[in-house]
């Protein structure tokens, strides 16, 4: 393991910076630079630090960790300097010229941790999430994986495929027993149970992921319509531009919003309608290919005709919305599972009501469950464990080796989530996407 140095907390003028050195060398470059002996662990000492010349860089808190009780699992130094850049950039440069220690890469600390056991990948990629979570949900579940809920349900699973595994190589080692048809009945009962709780899980992450990544609306409708006027409701400011000119709007706009402690994204879209105009076209194009990938479409119409029009292009729990209804009344028509509501941004009625309506939709679409597959690479690992269990189902009766060898491939899938069975090409690219000092 080499030793590397990076700031831990933001590298800005502020009071305090903390720089941390994780590694086999992180004590000696302390007395290197401090001229004294490494404090008692745990203990948050003064010491001044030095130049190469002998002249001082700064008088900082020290602590020192020593292996395995740290953070990485190492020997670790967290320096607290006086938040100065000149400050920050020599006492940097001066530690990287004892030789002692490098500058680390993203994540490296973290996977240095990994490494040492001190925590498990999804543990460290629930520590990326808290940092990066900006809204209460986010955070929440952030808090959640760092408990170890998903590591621990993950190692549960895998557990199951190898009673199952080694239940059913106790047949090959003893060829003399009878061979059950494919898997005992026993061992496809645990198969066929797993296959319906990782089911369930994947049908679970859609909400997890949704939290993570943020929850999506669209909005759609004609040219005019008034869906530009409506983002910009919604954002209580100028996001999009309104005209009564029809094609304004020819890109995606989007904006964040919190909405009740959740991420969600809205997005104004270029008016639905044949156009000759080609990049008015590619913008329509560009709005349908987003709405099927939306968590919800608002449908934007201010007259019944428009409104039969652009319901064609929602689906059930989504929303029609009556616009300019200060111009006219809605004839609302009442489709099974879409919500209709009247509004009109001239006069700000209601918005509050549609805001209300939004977050209702947001709040079943995000119910918190437990221990939630948060990324993608963990649906996808999930999804191949099933689908090799399914195989060891469906082996045919003679081949009971070739149904070991479908739970041997489920148990490695399941192993990846928490990085038992890593591949170094997977490790570095899940680390590589934290940041320095992380
Ligand atoms: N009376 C009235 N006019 C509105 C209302 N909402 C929008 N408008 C007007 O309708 C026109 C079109 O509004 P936009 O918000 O630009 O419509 P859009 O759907 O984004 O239009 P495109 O970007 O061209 O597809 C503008 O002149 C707005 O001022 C409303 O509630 N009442
Ligand atoms: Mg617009």
């Given at each position: 393991m080499r030793t590397i140095i990076a700031p831990a907390s933001a590298a800005v003028k502020s009071g305090v910076i903390v720089v941390r050195a994780s590694g086999p060398n992180s004590f000696e470059l302390l007395e290197k630079l401090s001229g004294k002996s490494t404090p008692s662990p745990r203990h948050a000492v003064l010491r001044n630090l030095f130049d190469a010349k002998g002249d001082l860089i700064d008088n900082a808190l020290v602590?020192?960790?020593?292996?395995?009780?740290?953070?990485t699992g190492e020997n670790v130094v967290e320096f607290h300097l006086h938040g100065g850049m000149a400050i920050l950039k020599n006492f940097l440069e001066t530690a990287l010229e004892t030789g002692l220690c490098y500058p680390a890469?993203?994540?490296?600390?973290?996977?240095?941790?990994?490494?040492?056991?001190?925590?498990?990948?999804?543990?460290?990629?629930?520590i990326a999430d808290l940092i990066d979570a900006e809204t209460n949900a986010q955070l929440k579940q952030a808090q959640k994986q760092m408990r170890g809920e998903l590591g621990a349900l993950a190692r549960e699973w895998r557990e199951e495929i190898i009673s199952a595994l080694s239940e059913?190589?106790?047949?090959?080692?003893?060829?003399?027993?009878?061979?059950?048809?494919?898997?005992?009945?026993?061992?496809?009962?645990?198969?066929?149970?797993?296959?319906k709780s990782l089911k369930q899980h994947i049908e679970d992450s859609k909400s997890a992921q949704r939290i993570r990544d943020g929850f999506s609306i669209i909005i759609l409708g004609e040219p005019n319509a008034g869906k530009s006027s409506l983002l910009n409701a919604l954002a209580r400011r100028q996001a999009a531009i309104v005209s009564?000119?029809?094609?304004?709007?020819?890109?995606?706009?989007?904006?964040?919003?919190?909405?009740?402690?959740?991420?969600?994204?809205?997005?104004?879209t270029a008016g639905l309608r044949?156009?000759?105009?080609?990049?008015?076209?590619?913008?329509v194009k560009i709005a349908l290919e987003r709405a099927e990938h939306s968590d919800l479409r608002i449908g934007l119409a201010?007259?019944?005709?428009?409104?039969?029009?652009?319901?064609?292009?929602?689906a059930a729990g989504d929303i029609l919305v009556w616009s300019k209804s200060d111009l006219q009344s809605p004839d609302y028509l009442k489709i099974d599972g879409?919500?209709?509501?009247?509004?009109?941004?001239?006069?700000n009625s209601g918005i509050k009501e549609l805001e209300d309506l939004i977050l209702m939709k947001i709040n079943t679409g995000l119910a918190p469950v437990s221990a939630p597959l948060t990324r993608a690479r963990h649906v996808f690992a999930v999804s191949e464990a099933i689908k090799a269990l399914e195989a060891a189902l469906d082996a045919p009766s003679e081949a009971l080796e070739l149904a070991c060898e479908?739970?041997?491939?489920?148990?490695?899938?399941?192993?990846?989530?928490?990085?038992?069975?890593?591949?170094d090409d997977i490790l570095d690219k899940i680390f590589s996407s934290f940041c320095i000092g992380k």
């Open positions: 602590i020192a960790f020593n292996a395995p009780n740290s953070f890469n993203p994540g490296e600390f973290s996977r240095q941790a990994f490494e040492n056991s001190r925590m498990d990948l999804t543990e460290a990629e629930a059913s190589e106790a047949y090959i080692d003893f060829p003399d027993e009878d061979l059950p048809d494919g898997l005992s009945a026993r061992a496809s009962s645990t198969v066929k149970n797993l296959i009564s000119i029809a094609g304004t709007t020819r890109d995606v706009v989007e904006i964040s919003l919190n909405i009740g402690g959740n991420l969600v994204f809205v997005a104004d044949e156009t000759s105009d080609e990049i008015e076209e590619q913008g201010p007259d019944a005709a428009s409104a039969k029009e652009i319901a064609s292009h929602l879409i919500d209709e509501i009247a509004i009109s941004t001239k006069n479908d739970l041997r491939i489920a148990a490695r899938a399941l192993g990846e989530i928490t990085g038992e069975v890593g591949v």
